[in-house]
């Protein structure tokens, strides 16, 4: 699992391009606009693609990354 922090366009296109590759993906947003912005990258490929809508501190990142495999 790949972890990418997604709140901008290009990170939006480097979960697009991961997951069109077919690798799956993490990725962290900090609003649910931005956890609608990536749901259309669901269908972009053969990777999984798991989002995260909410700000994560640190011992938060470290618990996600753990749960998830990142």
Known sequence: MIFVAAG??????????LCAAGYDVAASVVSSYG?????????AGGGKLLINDTPLD?????AFFKEHGV
């Open 58 to 62: 640190e011992d938060g990142l470290h």
């Open 35 to 43: 956890e609608q912005l990536l749901s259309a990258q669901r269908e």
């Open 8 to 17: 901008t366009q290009d990170g939006r296109e480097i979960v697009r391009r």
